[in-house]
């Protein structure tokens, strides 16, 4: 683990942990935290869980445009043998720690709701660019489960912005 402040760290799951035969994904563990390799003894205990889960692929997004300025709702679909889970809140963190969240390329992110194990639905983050300084702009669409992780190379989404210039794209 490392420590990032007082108040947070980031853990990394042994590579080597293999999930029980008779589990499936997603699977849920329980974990603590000590501060020296030696000592076996957790320095932490909570009801705290880490879950192994597939990265779903995503297939499509529809609609798959707007214009600057507006929000529009985009909902997101994963492939057949992959589904989207629903995040395991984390008592005393905020959303951000742990919830979905949809990105949209360079221009941010947004929280996500799940509809069902296939489907999520988006909003289209505010820009503050001027619609008269944007054509149009392709960015990729990729969605995070645990608030972190956003599988970009696992997004068949191009989403894209357009303004009312004309030839001027970022």
């Known amino acids: 683990g490392k420590v990032l ?17 008779q589990a499936s994904l997603p699977f849920s563990v329980p974990f603590s935290i000590a ?5 076996y003894d957790p320095w932490t205990q909570s009801a705290h869980r880490f879950r192994f889960y597939e990265q779903p692929a995503i297939t499509q997004c529809t609609p798959t445009h707007s214009e600057v300025g507006s929000l529009k709702e985009v909902y997101v679909y994963s492939g057949d043998k992959t589904e989207f889970i629903q995040p ?25 709701a799940m509809i069902n194990s296939t489907m999520i639905k988006c909003v289209t983050p505010t820009i503050n660019e001027n619609p008269e300084n944007l054509d ?7 969605v995070a489960l645990n608030g ?10 191009d989403y894209a912005f357009t303004g009312t210039g004309s030839g001027t794209s970022f």
């Open 35 to 39: 501060f020296n390799k030696e000592e």
């Open 5 to 21: 402040s007082n108040e947070k760290m980031v853990c990394k799951s042994p590579s080597d942990y293999k999930i029980p035969k």
């Open 148 to 157: 972190q992780n956003f599988n970009e190379n696992e997004s068949g989404c």
């Open 136 to 142: 149009k702009d392709i960015v990729v669409l990729s």
């Open 88 to 112: 395991i809140p984390i008592e005393g963190s905020q959303y951000s720690d742990y919830g979905i969240f949809c990105k949209f390329g360079k221009y941010g992110t947004t929280p996500g």
